[in-house]
C-alpha cells in the first residue's frame, strides 16, 4: 500500500514537471515560429522606397523579437517556481509559505504581461492613449509664483 502512495506521489510530481517542459517548449517552439515568418518576410516595392521598407521590416521584426523573449522570460520567472514547488510538495519537500508565494508569482504574470507589452509596443501604448483619452491622473502643475508679485 506504501509503495503505491509513494508510487502515485512521484507520478504527480513527474507529471507537475513534465507539464512545465511542453508548457515552456509550446511557447518557445511557436514564438521560434513567429520570429523566423518576421524575420524573413519580404518588404513590398522596388528600388530605394524597398530599401527603406526593408530597413522597417528589420526595425519591426527585432521589436517584437525583443518583446517575445521579455513575456517568455517573464512566464519562465514566473511560471516555473510555481510547477516546481507543486512537484516539492507533492514529494514532501515544501511548506505552505512557499506554495503560497509559487501561487502568487504565477498569478503576477497576468498582471506584469501588459506591462511588457507597453514597454515594448507603440501600438499598445497609443492603443492605451486612445483607450483612455485625457484622463490625467494629477491635476496640472500651477504656474510657479514669485514672492514679490504676492
Same mark, same amino acid.
Given at each position: ?8 506521489? /512521484? ?27 518576421? !524575420? ?9 522606397? %524597398?530599401? %527603406?521598407?526593408? /530597413? %522597417? ?21 514566473? !511560471?516555473?517556481? +510555481? ?6 510538495? =507533492? /514529494?514532501? +519537500? ?9 501561487? !502568487? ?12 507589452? +507597453?514597454?515594448?509596443?507603440?501600438? +499598445?501604448?497609443?492603443? /492605451?492613449? =486612445? ?16 514672492? %514679490?508679485?504676492?
Amino acid at each position: 500500500m506504501k509503495t503505491a502512495i509513494n508510487y502515485l506521489i /512521484l507520478n504527480q510530481a513527474s507529471v507537475d514537471i513534465l507539464i512545465t517542459f511542453i508548457y515552456l517548449m509550446d511557447t518557445v517552439l511557436l514564438y521560434t515560429r513567429i520570429c523566423i515568418k518576421l !524575420w524573413s518576410r519580404q518588404a513590398p516595392g522596388e528600388g530605394a522606397s %524597398q530599401n %527603406q521598407r526593408r /530597413l %522597417q521590416v528589420i526595425v519591426t521584426a527585432k521589436k517584437v523579437t525583443r518583446m517575445m523573449i521579455a513575456i517568455v522570460v517573464s512566464f519562465v520567472i514566473c !511560471w516555473v517556481p +510555481f510547477y516546481v514547488i507543486m512537484a516539492l510538495l =507533492h /514529494l514532501g +519537500f515544501v511548506q505552505n509559505k512557499a506554495v503560497r508565494f509559487s501561487v !502568487w508569482l504565477s498569478v503576477s504574470f497576468s498582471g506584469i504581461n501588459p506591462y511588457v507589452y +507597453f514597454a515594448f509596443s507603440a501600438n +499598445f501604448k497609443n492603443g /492605451l492613449k =486612445h483607450l483612455f483619452g485625457n484622463i490625467h491622473i494629477f491635476p496640472p502643475r500651477s504656474e510657479r509664483i514669485e514672492l %514679490q508679485q504676492i
